[in-house]
């Protein structure tokens, strides 16, 4: 069934269900994601997609479309709150772009230049984390993850249908976990996989390093911007 | 495998979602969860161990590693500390020769923080090893230790009567119910309970939640849900199974109605929940118990036992084709558990993370089935409406907020306990009720909820457009720092935050160093600027009632106290905030210098 909506004003018909981000996409409008993976269950983690519907502020992926609603995107209130969960994400880890295998494919980075985030209003916090690098194939750097939950929810040992990464402890105390065992059975192409899914460089892949060269790296050639309205992202 | 792991196995089906249960054996057969424990039961739930780990880890009272052949949990809300908290604290850490966190050298005592225990009329309280102990005084800190030390247990101390703990005796051993009302809707004395479900199923389903419906019963959890319109929704909602989940996971700080209703109307909920489960047409309920009730737990379940002999629970229900039972699930330790989504994800074993709505559990809930959750107190009421009638019932409060409400009362005045109040009733009413001579400032709901003035709300009325206050109500005299009181509040919602979402688990930690700073009197007025603006976002973008709840305590006691926070401001002097230290900030250059170039150097 096709609704009515409108996004900023402008009048929009849209499948009834779609969450708002994809329709949003769909016509022009690109609201920022960091944990939402287009057809898979919606992960409500990172709210960096946060709209204005009807008044009240929502996430857009996890929302589907309504006769009626009308959704602010780009005003001045709604537009600074997403950049400020950015910011949030930059001053809860330890996130040093230049010396990041992930730089130039780094959703948190590529993200962070569309919202226009100069530096955080936060305090840096500098929390120590410890680096994983007990797996054969997996270097699991800590400082960078934002718990977006992609990894916990999406990635299966492919024999038992287990966890391979999970989540320990809550709140300020929690930290991502890699079952060394499971992981030291993935494939090459698993592991890949995985190091793709993560948005930021958490999830590494040992086998591969900086072997793209500045300026042709993935949102360098395209922004996530880009990618996100024309469907390519995710 | 683990022998004793196997036997646990067996007897939950090796079904994962009963995790909870099968860690709380295991805690309870070896005092804690060890890795061995850990790997047995992965192995035989198809889970990574690590997997098991996330509920584990998530939950405050279960533990990995000892933590003492008993484990005493100090109560430390703020109610706590207005007594003899400290003394009582410090003779707990001298007695058992341990400090908070830590078990001491025999292994024999684990010492812990618990936040609220739902005991705040008789605070100081805590639990030792499942049974509590009140209004503690250092005398009766050293008694209990000892007698621990002479190898007696807890519940040996607790009750030396040695009453049964199926029966109400065991639990009145312990605490007071301090029940100060006269009965109206709740507590009432002698129901023929089997009459009243009799004639409960000899009407429609759909007449029942008409019933309901006309009472214009709201969900006294707190967020005021119309409960006929949950269990409508409940009916016309399609599954192969349904089910019904009583939420008696009160953790809100201060409140302790839910404690009080079990203990002494415990037939009044369970009868309430199977007027929801004929509404809906569910055969499954759940009593979700938080783990700081365990002491009620045998009792709840012999009253449960009492209902499936009576022929009120289980198969062909008093000779009709209705069919319902209940089991109880036991919480770990999580206050975001209220919220009724992540109770759910509880029930099922996994960490009790709020999940993403819609949909809705009264759409998809437990197992991916409607689901009606309600609150004790709400189900309670019900099977009075059951009883009695719409009319009855809609005949007290006001025309907006129907019935009565229970007030958990603590705090600065002569007699805290629990009273039934019509809604309409207003501040300074409760205020004298309660015996509040010098009442200054009065939180309700708990810390999520509002922070009244009594000069200025004095004449407020609780009902749900004003005061919809969830039950809890902390009385505090002009002597109180109310300050600190907010800073405990602010520091309890990081510490429970379950850090699924960004702005509640990163956004709470930075409310709270702002506001570190402003009661240290580092702070500007920059600093309460950006304390609102943040508070907006953790308000506006949080995932759950917890984060939207947690810039609260900030932003209403500076709505109705901005005094105390102006008289707290310094100015500002230049570019840089006060509170920048020039020196602290050159000193890190300075370490990192000599760390990273100077040691390598030589």
């Known amino acids: 069934m096709i609704v009515k909506i409108t996004i900023d004003g402008q009048a929009i018909n849209a499948r009834e269900g779609d969450t708002i981000v994809d329709v949003a996409a769909q016509n022009g409008v690109y609201i920022p994601t960091l944990c939402y993976t287009k057809g898979k269950p919606c992960l409500g983690t990172c709210r960096t997609c946060s709209v204005n519907v009807d008044g009240r502020v929502m996430a857009a992926c996890t929302i589907p479309v309504r006769e009626g609603m009308e959704i602010d995107v780009n005003g001045a209130e709604i537009t600074d709150m997403r950049k400020a969960l950015v910011e949030l994400l930059f001053s809860e880890g330890n996130h040093n772009c230049p010396s990041c295998e992930k730089s130039g494919r780094c959703e948190l980075q590529a993200t962070g230049y569309e919202v226009d985030m100069m530096v955080s209003r936060f305090p840096y916090r500098f929390t120590p984390r410890v680096v994983d690098h007990a797996s054969k194939t997996i270097w699991l750097e800590r400082d960078r993850c934002i718990f977006c939950q992609r990894c916990v929810e999406f990635v299966r040992d492919k024999e038992t249908d287990q966890k391979i990464f999970s989540i320990k402890g809550r709140g300020t105390q929690a930290s991502i976990e890699i079952d060394v065992d499971l992981a030291n059975k993935m494939s090459a192409n698993q592991v890949c996989e995985a190091s793709d899914l993560c948005p930021v460089g958490c999830i590494i892949d040992k086998t591969q390093g900086f072997d793209v060269p500045i300026g042709k790296r993935k949102f360098e050639v395209k922004t996530i911007r880009e990618r996100a309205l024309e469907g390519t992202h995710r | 495998m683990n022998k004793k792991i196997q036997v646990l196995l067996e007897k939950y089906n090796s079904d994962k979602t009963r995790l909870m249960d099968m860690l709380w054996d295991v805690q309870n057969q070896q005092g804690y969860i060890s890795e061995e424990a850990v790997t047995s039961l992965a192995e035989g739930l198809n889970m990574s161990p690590l997997d098991i780990r996330e509920t584990l880890s998530f939950y405050h009272f279960f533990k990995d590693r000892p933590f003492g052949q008993h484990k005493i949990y100090l109560c430390n809300t703020v109610i706590a500390k207005m007594g003899n908290y400290e003394e009582v604290r410090a003779t707990l850490e001298q007695e058992t020769n341990t400090s908070f966190g830590n078990v001491d050298d025999s292994g024999t005592f684990g010492l812990g923080d618990a936040n609220c225990i739902g005991l705040s009329d008789q605070e100081p309280a805590m639990m030792v090893d499942h049974v509590v102990f009140t209004k503690l005084t250092a005398e009766k800190v050293i008694n209990v230790i000892s007698q621990l030390k002479q190898g007696k247990t ?449």
């Not at chain 2, 943040?534 to 995932?543: A, E, N, P, Q």
Request: charged letters at 25%.
């Open chain 2, 154 to 602: 807890a519940v040996e101390i607790a009750n030396p009567e040695g009453a049964d703990s199926k029966y109400s005796a065991y639990i009145n051993a312990m605490v007071a119910e301090n029940i100060r009302t006269e009965s109206k809707v709740m507590f009432k004395a002698g129901r023929d309970y089997k009459a009243i479900q009799k004639a409960c199923l000899d009407k429609h389903p759909e007449q029942v939640i008409m019933t309901i419906t006309e009472s214009n019963l709201k969900g006294r959890g707190g967020a005021g849900f119309p409960t006929g319109l949950k269990w409508k929704m409940g009916h016309d909602a399609e599954g192969a199974e349904k089910y019904v989940i009583c939420n008696a996971d009160e953790g809100e700080p201060g409140t302790f109605k839910d404690r009080v209703l079990l203990s002494h109307s415990p037939k009044d909920v369970l009868l309430g929940m199977i007027a929801a489960a004929y509404a809906i047409g569910s055969r499954h309920g759940i009593l979700y118990l938080r783990a700081e009730y365990w002491y009620l737990k045998d009792y709840l379940q012999q009253q449960i036992q009492d209902f499936r002999d009576e022929g009120l629970l289980g198969k062909q229900i008093l000779g009709t084709a209705f069919e319902f039972d209940i089991r109880i699930q036991m919480g770990a330790g999580a206050y975001v558990c209220g919220d009724e989504t992540a109770l759910i994800e509880s029930c099922e074993g996994k960490r009790g993370t709020p999940r993403v709505k819609p949909p809705y559990p009264i759409q998809q809930g437990y197992l991916g089935m409607p689901t009606s959750v309600n609150n004790v107190e709400t189900l309670a009421i019900a099977s009075r409406i059951v009883e009695e009638g719409s009319a009855w019932f809609s005949a007290m409060g006001t025309d907006e907020s129907t019935g009565t409400r229970l007030l958990s009362v603590s705090g600065d005045c002569d007699k805290p306990g629990i009273y039934e109040i019509e809604w309409g009733t207003t501040l300074n009413e409760v205020l004298s009720m309660i015996g509040a001579v010098n009442a200054k400032y009065v939180q309700i709901s708990g810390p999520a909820g509002d922070s009244l003035s009594v000069s200025k709300d004095g004449e407020r009325k609780f009902c749900y457009s004003d005061l919809s206050c969830n039950g809890s109500l902390m009385v505090f005299d002009n002597t109180r720092d109310i300050l600190g009181i907010v800073r405990d509040y602010t520091e309890f919602f990081v510490e429970e935050s379950c850090g699924i979402c960004v702005p509640c688990r990163a956004g709470g930690v930075d409310l709270q160093h702002k506001m570190e700073r402003i009661i240290d009197g580092r702070g500007c007025q920059q600093d309460l600027d950006e304390i609102i603006q943040w508070s907006k976002l953790l308000k506006g973008t949080s995932r759950c009632g917890l984060g939207t709840a947690a810039p609260n305590p900030i932003l209403a006691t500076l709505d109705k106290f901005p005094e105390i926070y102006q008289e707290k401001l310094i100015e500002q002097k230049g570019p840089l905030l006060p509170s920048f230290n020039m020196e602290e900030a050159m000193s890190a250059h300075d370490l990192a210098y000599k760390h990273l170039v100077q040691e390598d150097a030589e």
